[in-house]
């Protein structure tokens, strides 16, 4: 399975309304229940009035379209990194998944992805 580095860096935001939102960006991830709105998006496009957040995160995007029969794809990932001391945060779209790491774990995530017979692009 290939994955793809994600240019920038990232935060995870607790934000009071989605009209704070600019849509024309190249990633903004956005979710809403009944107890929050939170926003993945650019570190530098966080918008003011945040409630809370949590700078310096690193993506990888998970190659393909992904068909929902599939099973198992975020556990191996994820069974990957937990294994290498690695938390994530994950988004799913309706294609793909998106796999988040703090910062100063990307190396480590990347290479451990990688010696598991990964291809990180």
């Known amino acids: 399975m290939e994955l793809i ?3 920038g860096d990232f935060s995870v935001c607790k934000i009071k309304s989605p009209e704070q939102i600019d849509f024309s960006q190249e ?7 009944d107890d929050e709105i939170s926003l993945v998006c650019d570190s530098f496009r966080v918008p003011p009035g945040t409630i809370d957040y949590e700078p310096n995160w690193k993506g990888l995007k998970i190659s393909g379209v992904l068909d929902f ?5 975020i556990a191996k990932i994820s069974n990957i990194l937990a294994e290498a001391g690695i938390s ?3 988004i799913s779209t309706y ?3 998106y796999v988040f790491v703090k910062a100063e774990n990307y190396d ?11 291809v990180v692009k």
């Open 5 to 7: 580095k994600l240019s």
């Open 27 to 33: 990633f903004v991830f956005l979710s809403k229940t």
């Open 69 to 73: 029969g599939m099973i198992g794809v």
């Open 88 to 90: 994530i945060f994950v």
């Open 95 to 97: 294609n793909t998944d």
């Open 108 to 118: 480590k995530c990347t290479y451990e992805l990688m010696r598991s017979g990964y």
